[in-house]
């Protein structure tokens, strides 16, 4: 059965970085990222499959890097130079492709907050 755990959401200043991980267990060969904001649709950031590859929105990137560890069934999000419209919940997510978009989500984490301020 596959399951997700997020961990290392917390509150920074803007500008500042902060360091997501989520654990997997059970085979899942792409892993996302996914932020909802109060009130907004949550929406994709980043996804890497097995293979390493990486896909990212236009939104993060440059500013946010995914990254897996097979060994340790862990995916990380890396986020610099954060801003406050980046507080929202962020969810890790088991999908059945590489894609960003939420419809091909099987399996959801719990999420954890994080808290941008200005």
């Known amino acids: 059965q596959r399951q997700l755990k997020e961990s290392g959401g917390g509150s920074v200043e803007a500008g500042g970085s902060l360091t997501l991980s989520c654990v997997a267990s059970g085979y899942i060969p792409f892993i996302g990222w996914f932020l909802q904001a109060p009130g907004k649709e949550r929406e994709g950031l980043a996804v890497?499959?097995?293979?390493?590859?990486?896909h990212y929105a236009n939104s993060v990137r440059g500013r946010f890097s995914i990254s897996r560890d097979n060994t340790k069934s862990t995916v990380t999000l890396q986020m610099n130079n954060l801003r406050p419209e980046d507080s929202a919940m962020y969810y890790c997510?088991?999908?059945?492709?590489?894609?960003?978009?939420?419809?091909?989500?099987?399996?959801w984490g719990q999420g954890t907050q994080v808290t941008v301020s200005s």
């Open positions: 890497i499959g097995l293979d390493g590859v990486t």
């Open positions: 997510a088991s999908l059945v492709t590489r894609t960003l978009d939420k419809k091909f989500v099987n399996v």
